[in-house]
């Protein structure tokens, strides 16, 4: 998750990228969080899975990966590489790749760098069945969502609350979202999310290492301190639960962390039942033992896991931020690894509205950046094409559109997601029976109703009682 304006971190202490191939794991995103390496059994290649079905499936997924999309060389996207064909989801992911393609109404290019293909105007092929979809609304936003179809989620979530090492919240101007809680501004959100009959939740927010060690220090105290602050605002404005938004990096805090958010929900739901409580995950998280996140031990304490399945590439070569798929960490790699560990029922695939302007060496797809990229909100980016006569262009590698341009006599890159990937990453989702899928964020796409609309997979959206009226 991620203001406007933001720029990934480079650099090897920042980019647990470099020096690999293969399984690239997230690059950190200075402003708002960095997210742990990866030593996953997608590495080891250990799974269960039998001998024929593998093969044949590999050699499926082989041939389409190699056929349907062709390989781009030593860019981001190399074709199965030597590290894929051990991954033992390989077979899984390619098999939902390609139902998810076939689900959506979109003229899929083969060739790198083809005209976009657009979706139709039926976007589905067949509709993909009720699921839930999540919005994120944070505080600065809340004057751009005017002409945005609110009624179209299950959840919304105000972002955020900011939370210090000692649980207490942060109730000064300083925090923009206890400001605007404080000041009236969220409470159009509110009247307006209950109208539409959407839930809202609260979110809770950190990311400095100092606040999530001193929460995991003594975490059910904590925990205690925290729910007795949030529970007279969910009652009070009428949040139907909190989002919790603690994006640790260290280790060492595992097992403090799961006691923490067990603790929390056991304290809120026992002064109210029916509050939800959604914990925000990295892509990563299903299979990567070292992290904060030790999912099966958290999972009966919340409601939903929001996998934030973006900000998936690296600052070295212009790339998705948010690929569907691919030899690297990808939104198949997610759902396959989650799926695995018995979490699907739980999760909700988060989808990107913005994309990232990179100062590239070329216009080709794999050519180098020479400097860090920049964030960039799909209505800008909307406006860019239409404003500058950019052609935007397919990459049927990781099924993105991308932009090539100069700048100041410079090439530029931007990779962003439109409607068109939206869809196709709502399908795969489908394919994978998870609960839903949730954007971030949606003043990013105030102007666009169809990066909305897509959300829903043409099914009605799964509505669910609202609470009380404060």
């Known amino acids: 998750m991620k203001p406007r304006g933001h720029r990934l971190q480079g650099g090897s202490a ?13 690059i950190s995103s200075g402003a708002k969080y960095a997210r742990p390496a990866m030593t996953s059994r997608r590495r080891q290649g250990i799974a269960v899975v039998t001998a024929v079905s593998l093969v044949v499936l590999l050699v499926a997924g082989g041939a389409f990966a190699l056929s349907r999309r062709g390989a781009h060389g030593s860019g981001p996207g190399t074709a199965f590489s030597s590290t894929t064909t051990t991954n033992p989801y390989a077979a899984r992911e390619a098999a939902a790749v390609l139902a998810a393609e076939g689900a959506v109404n979109l003229p899929l290019a083969s060739v790198s760098g083809a005209t976009v293909p657009r979706l139709a105007k039926r976007p589905y092929r067949h509709p993909l069945g009720s699921h839930e979809v999540v919005g994120f609304v944070p505080y600065y936003e809340l004057g751009s969502l005017a002409g945005t179809h609110l009624a179209a989620f299950t959840y919304l979530v105000y972002f955020a609350l900011q939370v210090r090492a000692d649980a207490t919240l942060v109730e000064s101007s300083t925090s923009g979202g206890w400001r605007s809680l404080q000041d009236g501004r969220a409470s159009g959100l509110l009247t307006t999310a209950r109208a539409g009959g959407d839930r809202v ?25 925290l729910a007795d602050s949030l529970a007279p605002l969910l009652s009070r404005y009428g949040f139907a639960g909190v989002d919790l938004d603690l994006e640790g990096r260290n280790p060492s805090d595992r097992s403090g962390f799961t006691a923490f958010v067990t603790a929390l929900s056991g304290r809120l739901r026992a002064i109210d039942p029916s509050w939800n409580l959604m914990l925000n995950v990295f892509p990563q998280s299903a299979e990567y033992p070292g992290g904060i996140f030790d999912l099966q031990a958290l999972a009966p304490s919340v409601n939903e896991l929001f996998v934030m399945a973006y900000d998936m590439n690296s600052t070295e070569v212009p790339s998705p931020s948010a690929p569907l798929f691919g030899s690297g960490l990808s939104d198949a790699a997610a759902l396959a690894t989650y799926s695995a560990e018995g979490l699907a029922a739980k999760v909700i695939l988060g989808v990107p509205f913005y994309g990232y302007d990179f100062p590239a060496l070329g216009p080709l797809v794999g050519e180098p950046a020479y400097g860090q990229p920049y964030a960039v909100t799909y209505d800008d980016i909307v406006a860019s094409i239409t404003d500058n006569g950019h052609k935007p262009r397919w990459d049927p590698y990781s099924d993105t559109p991308f932009i090539s341009f100069k700048r100041a006599g410079r090439w530029h890159q931007t990779w962003y997601d439109d409607p068109a990937s939206v869809a196709l990453k709502v399908a795969l989702a489908a394919q994978f029976h998870v609960a839903g899928v949730g954007a971030w964020e949606l003043g990013m796409v105030e102007g666009q109703p169809k ?20």
Request: aromatic share 4%; glycine share 8%; with cysteine.
């Open 201 to 225: 939740l609260l979110s809770v927010f950190a990311d400095r290492q100092s606040v999530l060690q001193g929460l995991c220090s003594q975490p059910v105290t904590a925990a205690r301190r």
């Open 451 to 470: 990066m909305i609309s897509v959300l829903a997979g043409g099914s009605p959206v799964v509505k669910l009682p609202l609470p009380h009226q404060p």
């Open 14 to 26: 920042t980019n647990p990228r470099a020096g690999r191939t293969g399984w690239c794991p997230l």
